[in-house]
Protein backbone atom coordinates (compact mmCIF):
# COMPACT_ATOMS: atom_id res chain seq x y z
CA UNK A 1 0.00 0.00 0.00
CA UNK A 2 1.64 3.23 -0.97
CA UNK A 3 0.93 6.87 0.56
CA UNK A 4 0.02 10.22 -0.78
CA UNK A 5 3.77 10.61 -1.45
CA UNK A 6 4.31 7.20 -3.18
CA UNK A 7 5.95 6.02 0.29
CA UNK A 8 5.42 1.99 0.51
CA UNK A 9 3.68 1.45 3.81
CA UNK A 10 3.87 -1.94 4.86
CA UNK A 11 5.26 -1.98 8.48
CA UNK A 12 3.35 -1.78 12.10
CA UNK A 13 4.36 -1.38 14.80
CA UNK A 14 2.01 -2.66 17.32
CA UNK A 15 2.12 -1.56 20.84
CA UNK A 16 1.04 -3.94 23.13
CA UNK A 17 0.50 -2.02 26.62
CA UNK A 18 1.29 1.24 27.79
CA UNK A 19 2.39 -0.11 31.03
CA UNK A 20 6.07 -0.82 32.01
CA UNK A 21 8.22 -2.63 35.11
CA UNK A 22 11.00 0.54 33.79
CA UNK A 23 10.27 4.12 34.00
CA UNK A 24 13.03 5.36 31.81
CA UNK A 25 14.12 9.02 32.82
CA UNK A 26 14.16 10.07 28.87
CA UNK A 27 11.01 7.49 28.06
CA UNK A 28 8.60 8.37 31.15
CA UNK A 29 8.14 10.96 33.70
CA UNK A 30 8.72 9.26 37.29
CA UNK A 31 5.03 9.73 38.57
CA UNK A 32 1.86 11.13 37.14
CA UNK A 33 1.43 8.90 34.43
CA UNK A 34 -2.10 8.44 32.96
CA UNK A 35 -2.67 4.88 31.66
CA UNK A 36 -5.44 3.90 29.79
CA UNK A 37 -8.22 2.18 31.59
CA UNK A 38 -8.21 -1.55 30.78
CA UNK A 39 -11.47 -1.25 28.72
CA UNK A 40 -9.86 0.60 26.24
CA UNK A 41 -6.89 -1.69 25.21
CA UNK A 42 -6.99 -3.75 22.60
CA UNK A 43 -7.84 -7.38 23.32
CA UNK A 44 -5.64 -10.02 21.58
CA UNK A 45 -8.23 -10.81 18.86
CA UNK A 46 -8.75 -7.34 18.15
CA UNK A 47 -4.76 -6.79 17.86
CA UNK A 48 -5.25 -9.80 15.58
CA UNK A 49 -7.93 -8.74 13.46
CA UNK A 50 -5.90 -5.24 12.79
CA UNK A 51 -2.60 -7.73 11.99
CA UNK A 52 -4.85 -9.76 9.30
CA UNK A 53 -6.30 -6.48 7.85
CA UNK A 54 -3.21 -5.05 7.36
CA UNK A 55 -1.68 -8.19 5.46
CA UNK A 56 -4.23 -7.77 3.65
CA UNK A 57 -3.15 -4.52 2.36
CA UNK A 58 0.16 -5.57 2.05
CA UNK A 59 2.04 -5.09 4.86
CA UNK A 60 5.05 -7.60 5.89
CA UNK A 61 6.46 -6.49 9.17
CA UNK A 62 4.94 -6.01 12.09
CA UNK A 63 7.17 -5.11 15.24
CA UNK A 64 5.40 -5.29 19.45
CA UNK A 65 6.43 -3.31 21.79
CA UNK A 66 4.63 -0.83 24.52
CA UNK A 67 5.39 0.01 27.60
CA UNK A 68 6.84 -3.39 28.17
CA UNK A 69 5.43 -5.82 25.98
CA UNK A 70 6.95 -8.78 28.25
CA UNK A 71 4.80 -7.97 31.17
CA UNK A 72 0.94 -8.28 29.45
CA UNK A 73 -0.83 -10.78 30.57
CA UNK A 74 -1.27 -13.58 27.90
CA UNK A 75 1.60 -11.99 25.99
CA UNK A 76 3.29 -15.64 25.21
CA UNK A 77 0.11 -17.44 24.00
CA UNK A 78 -0.37 -14.46 21.78
CA UNK A 79 2.80 -14.63 20.86
CA UNK A 80 3.20 -17.91 20.06
CA UNK A 81 0.13 -18.42 17.51
CA UNK A 82 1.11 -15.74 15.37
CA UNK A 83 0.89 -17.54 11.80
CA UNK A 84 4.48 -17.07 9.84
CA UNK A 85 5.79 -13.90 9.40
CA UNK A 86 8.42 -11.07 10.12
CA UNK A 87 7.48 -10.64 13.29
CA UNK A 88 9.88 -8.19 15.71
CA UNK A 89 9.52 -7.85 19.20
CA UNK A 90 11.26 -4.76 21.52
CA UNK A 91 11.73 -5.37 25.11
CA UNK A 92 14.12 -4.02 28.00
CA UNK A 93 14.27 -7.38 28.95
CA UNK A 94 14.88 -6.76 32.59
CA UNK A 95 11.44 -8.41 33.72
CA UNK A 96 11.06 -10.46 36.80
CA UNK A 97 10.45 -14.38 36.26
CA UNK A 98 10.78 -13.92 32.38
CA UNK A 99 10.16 -17.96 30.95
CA UNK A 100 13.28 -17.71 28.60
CA UNK A 101 12.48 -21.11 27.01
CA UNK A 102 9.48 -19.71 25.77
CA UNK A 103 10.73 -16.39 24.53
CA UNK A 104 13.40 -18.37 22.82
CA UNK A 105 10.73 -20.86 21.30
CA UNK A 106 8.72 -18.12 19.72
CA UNK A 107 8.38 -17.11 15.53
CA UNK A 108 10.21 -14.13 15.71
CA UNK A 109 12.29 -12.64 12.97
CA UNK A 110 14.23 -10.78 15.11
CA UNK A 111 14.69 -9.46 19.20
CA UNK A 112 15.55 -5.72 20.09
CA UNK A 113 16.49 -5.22 23.64
CA UNK A 114 17.12 -1.82 25.00
CA UNK A 115 19.92 -0.96 27.32
CA UNK A 116 21.28 2.50 27.40
CA UNK A 117 24.38 1.65 30.54
CA UNK A 118 26.55 -1.17 31.16
CA UNK A 119 27.32 0.67 34.51
CA UNK A 120 25.03 -1.06 37.33
CA UNK A 121 24.29 2.39 38.96
CA UNK A 122 23.86 4.36 35.55
CA UNK A 123 21.25 1.62 34.55
CA UNK A 124 19.54 1.74 37.87
CA UNK A 125 19.39 5.89 37.53
CA UNK A 126 18.77 6.03 34.00
CA UNK A 127 15.64 3.57 34.23
CA UNK A 128 14.75 4.15 37.83
CA UNK A 129 13.62 1.33 38.44
CA UNK A 130 15.93 -1.61 37.05
CA UNK A 131 18.97 -3.91 37.84
CA UNK A 132 21.62 -4.63 35.57
CA UNK A 133 22.30 -7.97 36.53
CA UNK A 134 18.51 -8.70 36.00
CA UNK A 135 18.96 -7.33 32.35
CA UNK A 136 22.34 -9.17 31.91
CA UNK A 137 21.12 -12.54 33.49
CA UNK A 138 17.96 -12.61 30.82
CA UNK A 139 20.48 -11.86 28.22
CA UNK A 140 22.47 -14.65 29.08
CA UNK A 141 20.03 -16.91 28.22
CA UNK A 142 18.10 -15.04 25.10
CA UNK A 143 18.85 -17.63 21.78
CA UNK A 144 18.35 -15.22 18.73
CA UNK A 145 19.74 -15.15 15.06
CA UNK A 146 18.94 -11.30 14.98
CA UNK A 147 19.51 -9.87 18.07
CA UNK A 148 20.08 -6.17 18.44
CA UNK A 149 20.93 -4.24 21.00
CA UNK A 150 19.48 -0.56 21.54
CA UNK A 151 21.01 2.57 23.00
CA UNK A 152 20.09 5.31 23.61
CA UNK A 153 23.00 7.72 23.66
CA UNK A 154 22.62 11.28 25.92
CA UNK A 155 25.09 13.89 26.72
CA UNK A 156 26.95 13.50 29.80
CA UNK A 157 25.47 10.34 30.74
CA UNK A 158 26.59 7.67 28.24
CA UNK A 159 28.96 9.09 25.45
CA UNK A 160 31.82 7.50 27.35
CA UNK A 161 30.50 3.95 26.51
CA UNK A 162 30.48 3.76 23.11
CA UNK A 163 32.63 1.31 22.69
CA UNK A 164 32.42 -0.90 25.70
CA UNK A 165 29.04 -1.35 24.10
CA UNK A 166 30.17 -2.14 20.57
CA UNK A 167 32.55 -4.86 22.78
CA UNK A 168 29.43 -5.76 24.64
CA UNK A 169 27.66 -6.63 21.10
CA UNK A 170 30.22 -8.27 20.04
CA UNK A 171 30.19 -10.51 22.75
CA UNK A 172 27.35 -11.43 22.42
CA UNK A 173 26.59 -11.77 18.76
CA UNK A 174 24.42 -9.04 18.72
CA UNK A 175 24.31 -5.57 16.65
CA UNK A 176 24.85 -2.75 18.49
CA UNK A 177 22.62 0.47 17.77
CA UNK A 178 22.82 3.76 18.77
CA UNK A 179 20.01 6.13 19.19
CA UNK A 180 19.23 9.42 19.39
CA UNK A 181 17.23 11.03 22.04
CA UNK A 182 14.29 12.08 20.82
CA UNK A 183 12.27 15.29 22.84
CA UNK A 184 9.04 14.12 24.01
CA UNK A 185 7.06 14.62 26.98
CA UNK A 186 9.49 12.99 29.13
CA UNK A 187 13.00 14.32 29.94
CA UNK A 188 16.45 13.02 30.80
CA UNK A 189 19.92 13.76 29.95
CA UNK A 190 20.39 15.71 27.18
CA UNK A 191 20.27 15.44 23.23
CA UNK A 192 23.84 14.13 22.27
CA UNK A 193 24.36 14.05 18.38
CA UNK A 194 25.17 10.39 16.67
CA UNK A 195 26.87 12.32 13.47
CA UNK A 196 30.02 13.09 15.78
CA UNK A 197 30.33 9.67 17.54
CA UNK A 198 30.51 8.08 14.18
CA UNK A 199 33.25 10.14 13.32
CA UNK A 200 35.72 9.57 15.71
CA UNK A 201 34.42 5.70 15.64
CA UNK A 202 35.67 6.27 12.00
CA UNK A 203 38.90 8.30 12.23
CA UNK A 204 39.79 6.09 14.91
CA UNK A 205 39.48 2.74 12.92
CA UNK A 206 36.69 1.43 14.81
CA UNK A 207 34.05 1.56 12.17
CA UNK A 208 33.99 1.38 7.99
CA UNK A 209 33.28 4.78 6.67
CA UNK A 210 30.55 3.56 4.38
CA UNK A 211 27.15 2.92 6.09
CA UNK A 212 24.89 1.19 4.32
CA UNK A 213 20.74 1.67 4.55
CA UNK A 214 18.44 -1.58 4.84
CA UNK A 215 14.76 -1.05 3.96
CA UNK A 216 12.40 -1.03 6.47
CA UNK A 217 14.92 -0.22 9.31
CA UNK A 218 15.49 3.35 10.43
CA UNK A 219 19.09 2.55 11.09
CA UNK A 220 22.31 3.26 8.73
CA UNK A 221 24.52 0.47 9.46
CA UNK A 222 28.70 0.05 9.59
CA UNK A 223 30.34 -2.72 9.42
CA UNK A 224 33.13 -3.35 12.26
CA UNK A 225 36.51 -2.79 11.16
CA UNK A 226 39.03 -6.43 10.78
CA UNK A 227 35.81 -7.60 12.88
CA UNK A 228 32.83 -9.46 12.56
CA UNK A 229 29.54 -7.47 13.30
CA UNK A 230 28.17 -4.25 12.34
CA UNK A 231 27.16 -0.81 14.52
CA UNK A 232 23.70 0.71 13.77
CA UNK A 233 22.84 4.46 14.01
CA UNK A 234 19.13 5.81 14.43
CA UNK A 235 19.33 9.61 13.92
CA UNK A 236 15.81 10.82 14.04
CA UNK A 237 17.04 14.42 15.49
CA UNK A 238 19.67 14.93 12.98
CA UNK A 239 19.03 13.43 10.43
CA UNK A 240 15.19 12.29 9.49
CA UNK A 241 14.18 9.41 7.95
CA UNK A 242 10.91 10.52 6.63
CA UNK A 243 11.24 10.02 2.88
CA UNK A 244 11.96 6.37 3.93
CA UNK A 245 9.54 6.17 6.36
CA UNK A 246 7.35 2.54 5.77
CA UNK A 247 5.98 2.72 8.96
CA UNK A 248 2.26 3.09 10.94
CA UNK A 249 1.35 3.03 14.59
CA UNK A 250 -1.16 1.08 16.46
CA UNK A 251 -1.38 2.21 19.86
CA UNK A 252 -2.53 -0.04 22.67
CA UNK A 253 -5.62 1.94 22.85
CA UNK A 254 -6.21 1.30 19.74
CA UNK A 255 -5.22 4.66 17.98
CA UNK A 256 -3.51 4.69 14.84
CA UNK A 257 -0.53 6.69 14.78
CA UNK A 258 0.56 8.29 11.01
CA UNK A 259 3.51 9.79 12.36
CA UNK A 260 5.54 10.01 15.86
CA UNK A 261 6.10 13.07 16.38
CA UNK A 262 1.96 13.81 15.12
CA UNK A 263 -0.16 15.08 18.28
CA UNK A 264 -3.64 13.58 16.46
CA UNK A 265 -4.11 10.19 16.15
CA UNK A 266 -6.90 8.15 14.69
CA UNK A 267 -9.28 5.86 16.83
CA UNK A 268 -9.31 2.84 15.09
CA UNK A 269 -10.88 1.06 18.45
CA UNK A 270 -14.64 1.90 17.89
CA UNK A 271 -14.38 0.87 14.63
CA UNK A 272 -13.26 -2.59 15.45
CA UNK A 273 -15.84 -2.76 17.84
CA UNK A 274 -18.69 -1.51 16.37
CA UNK A 275 -18.07 -3.06 12.87
CA UNK A 276 -18.16 -6.98 12.05
CA UNK A 277 -16.79 -6.44 8.27
CA UNK A 278 -13.17 -6.47 7.62
CA UNK A 279 -13.59 -5.22 4.63
CA UNK A 280 -14.95 -1.42 6.52
CA UNK A 281 -11.36 -1.79 8.81
CA UNK A 282 -9.48 -1.87 5.35
CA UNK A 283 -11.39 0.96 4.15
CA UNK A 284 -10.67 3.16 7.37
CA UNK A 285 -7.07 1.89 7.34
CA UNK A 286 -6.39 2.52 3.44
CA UNK A 287 -7.69 6.28 4.16
CA UNK A 288 -5.46 6.79 6.70
CA UNK A 289 -2.42 5.67 4.88
CA UNK A 290 -3.06 7.83 2.29
CA UNK A 291 -3.30 11.02 4.96
CA UNK A 292 0.47 10.12 6.11
CA UNK A 293 1.99 13.03 5.89
CA UNK A 294 5.32 13.35 4.54
CA UNK A 295 6.84 14.77 7.55
CA UNK A 296 6.03 16.05 10.91
CA UNK A 297 3.51 18.56 10.79
CA UNK A 298 0.89 20.74 12.76
CA UNK A 299 1.23 20.18 16.67
CA UNK A 300 3.66 17.62 18.14
CA UNK A 301 2.27 14.91 19.94
CA UNK A 302 2.55 15.43 23.86
CA UNK A 303 2.33 11.77 24.47
CA UNK A 304 5.04 9.69 26.37
CA UNK A 305 7.41 7.63 24.25
CA UNK A 306 5.83 4.57 26.29
CA UNK A 307 2.41 5.73 25.34
CA UNK A 308 3.62 6.21 21.81
CA UNK A 309 5.26 1.99 21.59
CA UNK A 310 8.90 3.89 20.64
N1 LIG B 1 9.94 -1.44 26.90
C1 LIG B 1 10.49 -1.80 25.64
C2 LIG B 1 11.95 -1.41 25.56
O1 LIG B 1 12.46 -0.80 26.49
O2 LIG B 1 12.57 -1.74 24.56
C3 LIG B 1 9.73 -1.28 24.43
C4 LIG B 1 9.21 0.11 24.46
S1 LIG B 1 10.44 1.38 24.42
C5 LIG B 1 9.39 2.82 24.34
C6 LIG B 1 11.08 1.20 22.79
C7 LIG B 1 12.37 1.93 22.50
O3 LIG B 1 12.12 3.32 22.50
C8 LIG B 1 13.49 1.67 23.49
O4 LIG B 1 14.62 1.19 22.81
C9 LIG B 1 13.75 3.03 24.08
O5 LIG B 1 15.09 3.21 24.41
C10 LIG B 1 13.29 3.96 22.97
N2 LIG B 1 12.96 5.31 23.43
C11 LIG B 1 12.11 5.67 24.41
N3 LIG B 1 12.06 7.01 24.56
C12 LIG B 1 12.92 7.51 23.65
C13 LIG B 1 13.33 8.84 23.31
N4 LIG B 1 12.86 9.91 23.95
N5 LIG B 1 14.22 8.98 22.31
C14 LIG B 1 14.71 7.91 21.65
N6 LIG B 1 14.37 6.63 21.92
C15 LIG B 1 13.50 6.43 22.91
Known amino acids: MQDSFKRKID ?103 SCDSLKPDRYRWITRLGELSAFLQNLAGVRSDNLKINAVVMKGFNEDEIEDFIDFGERHRATVRFIEKMDFASGGPGFSSLSEIKKQLITRGIIEPEGKQIRNSVSSYHDLKGRAGKVGFITPVS ?39 DGVIRDRLAELIARKPFRPEGPRTKETMAEIGG
Open 239 to 277: RHFCPTCSKIRLKANGEIKLCVFAAENFNLRDLLRSEPE
Open 11 to 113: YLRISLTDRCNLRCRYCMPAQGVKKFSHRDILSFEEIERVIRVCRELGFTKFRFTGGEPLVRRGVMDFLEQLPPGDWYLTTNLAVDGLDLDRLNRLPLAGLNV
